[in-house]
């Protein structure tokens, strides 16, 4: 490395953020861009290990380790210390397709595996990779890759999530014509409408998506597969298929008076909230204005919720979780360099503690049925608290009787993640489905192959709702696949 004791001189300096009760005034970005100075320290605390679990992307027992895409983290690390950004850059592009993205969005896995986290904090990975690219975009670094010749090989990818980005991008590079089809007005999938802008800025995604229809990209929106295009019309006119249709088949709450209106599936609270962006904020069909609203489920999707309830001037906000808190060290079950499952405060709950005096976040409450008035509007929740019990050697979810609790509530978003890819598309190909409704591919997870000759499928569809780090992954391992497939076969073989 540039400079050897980086790791012991400076310690980690996470990026600034704006003020809570400041940023929950609008939409834009919460995260404020390190200094030179701060980036030139934080890079020289890598320690470029001789096995750097930050890039490995291994599954141990179940437990993922460091960086799906494989990242040379401490190449670039040390490209950065040393001020070379323009060659950082390109160590960066050889594995990871849109950084921006990642350097945004992604939990970072790499820094739950940094050897300095054993005994110390981590490097501020992710922060470095979002600087990288952003001056890459700055300086005109980040090049429009048109293929000196074409295959004469057509591919059709259904979805523009990430995976279906990264495919795009892959195959493209690799000479072949790539349409995206898309069933919304803009691309970007999950990341465009199911992402709040103040963790990703609209404009960042299309910045990129002008990047690859400048390279040869074709992008097809507001088009439902099985609606607008039929499969036998994609069958005839593309070579191979790829199916990246994500998991978006959202899990429900079956419970007494489910039907009231203002209970809303989370993802679609967020896509319309992102939608009415465009025009006026306020414009939306569901909004959190003057309302007490509860959140169903702990996850990140839950605090996106959280969060843009907050800038829609909500009353209260609450979010329910069935788990205890997260301890706030790692447990002996939680071992390095395995991700750490340790409490954190996200935006959305520090903005939620500095707007209404209190971590939105209740614990251990289980929903037990709704409360409608006269009207069908919902009106509230009655819940119980649970605790975690070990039962016949089985850890197990208990009620506890005389916890019974009744929350006011007028908005009710359920955010307790998918079942999986919607089933329609899936029908309408004739694809086989896995014990979890997800697409059916070849030999489990190392072959994106489905049941029909020259379709392939990849992404949240295939493995399940993951982090968009593992939709650029599998993105780009499909695209391999599908490469190797269409220079095998001198003809059209898709029939």
Same mark, same amino acid.
Not at 79 to 85: G, Q, R
Not at 89 to 94: D, T, V
């Given at each position: 490395?540039?400079?050897?004791?980086?790791?012991?001189?400076?310690?980690?300096?996470?990026?600034? /953020?704006?003020?809570?009760?400041?940023?929950?005034?609008?939409?834009?970005?919460?995260?404020?861009?390190?200094?030179?100075?701060?980036? @030139?320290?934080?890079?020289?605390?890598?320690?470029?290990?001789?096995?750097?679990?930050?890039?490995?992307?291994?599954?141990?027992?179940?437990?993922?380790?460091?960086?799906?895409?494989?990242?040379?983290?401490?190449?670039?690390?040390?490209? =950065?210390?040393?001020?070379?950004?323009?060659?950082?850059?390109?160590?960066?592009?050889?594995?990871?397709?849109?950084?921006?993205?990642?350097?945004?969005?992604?939990?970072?896995?790499?820094?739950?595996?940094?050897?300095?986290?054993?005994?110390?904090?981590?490097?501020?990975?992710?922060?470095?990779?979002?600087?990288?690219?952003?001056?890459?975009?700055?300086?005109?670094?980040?090049?429009?890759?048109?293929?000196?010749?074409?295959?004469?090989?057509?591919?059709?990818?259904?979805?523009?999530?990430?995976?279906?980005?990264?495919?795009?991008?892959?195959?493209?590079?690799?000479?072949?014509?790539?349409?995206?089809?898309?069933?919304?007005?803009?691309?970007?999938?999950?990341?465009?409408?199911?992402?709040?802008?103040?963790?990703?800025?609209?404009?960042?995604?299309?910045?990129?998506?002008?990047?690859?229809?400048?390279?040869?990209?074709?992008?097809?929106?507001?088009?439902?597969?099985?609606?607008?295009?039929?499969?036998?019309?994609?069958?005839?006119?593309?070579?191979?298929?790829?199916?990246?249709?994500?998991?978006?088949?959202?899990?429900?709450?079956?419970?007494?008076?489910?039907?009231?209106?203002?209970?809303?599936?989370?993802?679609?609270?967020?896509?319309?909230?992102?939608?009415?962006?465009?025009?006026?904020?306020?414009?939306?069909?569901?909004?959190?204005?003057?309302?007490?609203?509860? /959140?169903?489920?702990?996850?990140?999707?839950?605090?996106?919720?959280?969060?843009?309830?907050?800038?829609?001037?909500?009353?209260?906000?609450?979010?329910?979780? @069935?788990?205890?808190?997260?301890?706030?060290?790692?447990?002996?079950?939680?071992?390095?360099?395995?991700?750490?499952?340790?409490?954190?405060?996200?935006?959305?709950?520090?903005?939620?503690?500095?707007?209404?005096?209190?971590?939105?976040? @209740?614990?251990?409450?289980?929903?037990?049925?709704?409360?409608?008035?006269?009207?069908?509007? =919902?009106?509230?929740?009655?819940?119980?608290?649970?605790?975690?019990?070990?039962?016949?050697?089985?850890?197990?979810?208990?009620?506890?009787?005389?916890?019974?609790?009744?929350?006011?509530?007028?908005?009710?978003?359920?955010?307790?993640?998918?079942?999986?890819?919607?089933?329609?598309?899936?029908?309408?190909?004739?694809?086989?489905?896995?014990?979890?409704?997800?697409?059916?591919?070849?030999?489990?997870?190392?072959?994106?192959?489905?049941?029909?000759?020259?379709?392939?499928?990849?992404?949240?569809?295939?493995?399940?709702?993951?982090?968009?780090?593992?939709?650029?992954?599998?993105?780009?391992?499909?695209?391999?696949? =599908?490469?190797?497939?269409?220079?095998?076969?001198?003809?059209?073989?898709?029939?």
């Amino acid at each position: 490395m540039g400079y050897l004791k980086g790791f012991m001189d400076f310690t980690r300096r996470d990026q600034d /953020v704006r003020d809570p009760i400041d940023r929950i005034k609008n939409w834009e970005e919460y995260v404020i861009r390190f200094s030179d100075q701060d980036l @030139k320290e934080q890079s020289s605390r890598c320690m470029d290990c001789g096995t750097p679990f930050c890039h490995t992307g291994a599954e141990w027992d179940g437990a993922y380790v460091g960086c799906p895409v494989n990242n040379f983290i401490p190449e670039w690390n040390e490209l =950065v210390s040393e001020e070379n950004w323009e060659e950082a850059l390109r160590r960066l592009e050889e594995t990871n397709n849109f950084p921006e993205f990642t350097g945004r969005v992604c939990p970072a896995p790499c820094e739950g595996s940094c050897t300095l986290a054993i005994n110390d904090d981590p490097v501020t990975i992710k922060s470095i990779e979002n600087e990288i690219i952003e001056r890459g975009f700055e300086n005109n670094w980040v090049e429009v890759k048109v293929p000196s010749k074409r295959t004469g090989k057509r591919v059709a990818i259904v979805g523009s999530g990430p995976a279906g980005l990264a495919a795009a991008d892959q195959l493209n590079e690799m000479g072949h014509h790539v349409t995206v089809y898309e069933r919304d007005d803009r691309p970007g999938g999950l990341l465009m409408y199911g992402i709040p802008n103040m963790k990703l800025e609209k404009d960042t995604i299309e910045r990129r998506i002008n990047v690859m229809k400048e390279s040869g990209i074709e992008f097809v929106c507001n088009t439902e597969i099985g609606v607008d295009v039929t499969r036998d019309e994609l069958k005839r006119d593309y070579d191979s298929v790829i199916m990246c249709t994500g998991a978006q088949d959202p899990r429900d709450v079956p419970l007494e008076n489910r039907d009231s209106s203002g209970i809303h599936f989370a993802m679609e609270y967020l896509t319309a909230a992102t939608k009415a962006l465009e025009t006026d904020p306020k414009d939306t069909p569901i909004t959190a204005e003057g309302k007490n609203v509860i /959140v169903i489920g702990g996850g990140d999707t839950g605090a996106d919720c959280v969060a843009t309830a907050l800038r829609q001037n909500a009353k209260r906000v609450v979010q329910f979780g @069935k788990h205890p808190a997260s301890p706030e060290e790692r447990t002996d079950q939680n071992p390095w360099p395995e991700f750490p499952m340790t409490f954190k405060l996200d935006y959305g709950y520090k903005e939620g503690l500095e707007a209404l005096g209190e971590d939105p976040r @209740k614990y251990e409450i289980l929903t037990q049925r709704f409360e409608k008035g006269k009207d069908g509007q =919902v009106t509230a929740l009655h819940t119980l608290n649970v605790e975690k019990v070990y039962e016949n050697g089985k850890l197990v979810t208990k009620e506890i009787p005389g916890t019974e609790q009744v929350w006011e509530a007028d908005l009710v978003l359920i955010a307790i993640g998918f079942l999986g890819p919607e089933q329609e598309v899936l029908e309408h190909f004739g694809l086989k489905t896995d014990e979890r409704g997800r697409i059916w591919t070849v030999d489990g997870m190392r072959d994106y192959r489905t049941n029909e000759e020259g379709v392939y499928a990849a992404g949240d569809a295939r493995r399940g709702q993951s982090l968009v780090v593992w939709a650029i992954r599998e993105g780009r391992e499909v695209a391999d696949q =599908v490469d190797q497939y269409l220079m095998s076969h001198k003809e059209k073989q898709i029939v």
